[in-house]
């Protein structure tokens, strides 16, 4: 058991902050300013906003101190995880039995003041603390400064969130250059948000992998080019048969995925067909050569028995290496057994 209060949604709290580990490396201007604003406005000579992982207190803006992160055992901010919905003020920690004999209060930092604020996301997790540091304790800690504590704290926590928003809206920006379509790692993290809503709403998607022959082939008699030159129509004749709202990724050098919303069966099957005979016409290269290639297409739909990405990803490869090993019809659905 460690020795410091935890919060009982600590998991959850620890995949929030996990979103935000590039703020370790990535200093941000505004919550540098803030903290400065800070130990300004309450006249003290300290002041972090910090991040607390699973084993680490790591300070992502400091003014006054010189340490970068703490291990968590030695933090004073553990407390404040606990109970977020007020600020926790130790007017002079030399005084309170619990920490007088804190290395932080009897080692050469010296510390008297302690008060934090938690940083809470929008589900109101914990994901860490604006607190104010000082040598001298603090004879009276009143409401208004409690006010604007917490005033501080929920502008460094809105500050954190929009950073995670931008970076995830830069990452989805990327594409594949090659075919212009999302990388698998979008496409992954997507997939995921479709879990959870369909968990929620009962709402139906469908997985498809889709998998291309023939471009080896291609290599070897034109070149690398050429092979280059099929994958991009290929990758066009695919987006054109997608529905608007719809995904389509690539997700390998000659495999693609499709997420098809509020689609079943019926509808995946029809696109399936559709992939296949758009992919089967021949592709006329920049020399005037036709080529063709082949595509293979596996299925799988979400129903009451999925549990997990990892399940219904393993059932459309399941179902895409059953249709390579057809000669004729190159699509397949997984069909869910009981």
Request: include cysteine; aromatic fraction near 4%; charge should be negative.
């Amino acid at each position: 058991m460690p020795s410091y209060p935890v919060p009982d949604n600590e998991a959850q709290r620890l995949q929030a902050v996990a979103a935000l580990a590039f703020c370790a490396d990535t200093p941000d201007p505004a919550l540098e300013a803030l903290v400065r604003v800070a130990a300004q406005a309450f006249g003290v000579p300290a002041a972090v906003i910090s991040l607390m992982q699973a084993d680490h207190q790591v300070f992502v803006a400091r003014v006054g101190v010189d340490v970068s992160e703490l291990a968590r055992h030695e933090s004073l901010c553990n407390p404040v995880l606990v109970a977020p919905q007020a600020p926790w003020v130790i007017e002079d920690l030399s005084a309170d039995p619990r920490f007088a004999t804190h290395p932080l209060v009897q080692g050469e930092a010296g510390l008297r003041l302690y008060a934090g604020a938690a940083l809470c996301d929008e589900q109101g997790l914990a994901l860490g603390t604006l607190a104010l540091l000082d040598t001298q304790p603090w004879p009276t800690w009143t409401a208004a400064q409690g006010r604007t504590l917490q005033d501080l704290a929920l502008i460094a926590s809105r500050t954190l969130q929009a950073g995670r928003r931008l970076r995830e809206l830069a990452q989805l920006a990327e594409v594949d250059t090659l075919t212009g379509l999302r990388p698998a790692a979008h496409f992954q993290a997507i997939l995921e948000v479709e879990l959870a809503h369909a968990m929620r709403t009962g709402e139906p998607f469908t997985l498809l992998e889709l998998e291309l022959d023939g471009l080896d082939a291609i290599r070897e008699g034109f070149g690398a080019d050429a092979a280059d030159t099929a994958l991009r129509e290929t990758a066009l004749r695919l987006a054109q048969q997608v529905r608007l709202g719809d995904v389509l990724a690539r997700l390998g050098p000659e495999r693609f995925g499709v997420l098809m919303r509020h689609g079943g069966h019926e509808a995946a099957e029809g696109l399936a067909r559709r992939v296949t005979q758009a992919v089967a016409a021949p592709l006329v290269l920049h020399s005037g050569d036709e080529v063709g290639v082949g595509i293979s297409v596996g299925m799988a739909a979400y129903s009451d028995a999925t549990e997990s990405l990892r399940q219904l990803q393993s059932e459309a490869a399941s179902a895409l290496g059953e249709a390579r090993a057809r000669n004729a019809r190159r699509w397949q659905m997984f069909a869910v057994t009981h």
